[in-house]
């Protein structure tokens, strides 16, 4: 198990950037998938994008292609979420979460086992 704590949400102009950190408790935080999700009050969460233990596989929602960048430090225990050209529709709650042995589901939710409490982003237009 491990403790997420997600930072770096707030309210930012069309167009604007973000960088979204998670950091992780645990000395196992080197060993999982790491991914992002997103959530707006009354949908379903959303997958943003994913990364694998040492970065070899990158996955990214076709909304955030092109535009958001995730990545990580094993030594800082530490996934980012950069976030350009941010949009209005880009409002939502950000959440991190690991995965153990996760690859090509990275896009599915219910793969991931630890979550963190989550950090507002929004984007006014």
């Known amino acids: 198990q491990v403790q997420l704590v997600e930072s770096g949400g707030g309210l930012v102009q069309a167009g604007g950037s973000l960088r979204l950190s998670c950091a992780a408790s645990?000395?196992?935080?080197?060993?999982?998938?790491m991914g992002w999700f997103r959530q707006v009050p009354g949908k379903e969460r959303e997958f943003v994008a994913a990364?694998?233990?040492?970065?070899?596989?990158?996955y990214y929602a076709d909304s955030a292609k092109g535009r958001f960048t995730i990545s990580r430090d094993n030594a800082k225990n530490t996934v980012f979420l950069q976030m350009t050209s941010l949009k209005p529709e880009d409002t939502a709650v950000y959440y991190c979460?690991?995965?153990?042995?996760?690859?090509?589901?990275?896009?599915?939710?219910?793969?991931?086992?630890?979550w963190g409490q989550g950090t507002q982003v929004t984007v006014s237009s």
């Open positions: 990364i694998t233990w040492n970065g070899g596989s990158i």
């Open positions: 979460a690991a995965a153990t042995n996760l690859y090509s589901r990275s896009y599915y939710s219910r793969y991931y086992h630890d």
């Open positions: 645990g000395r196992a935080f080197s060993s999982y998938t």
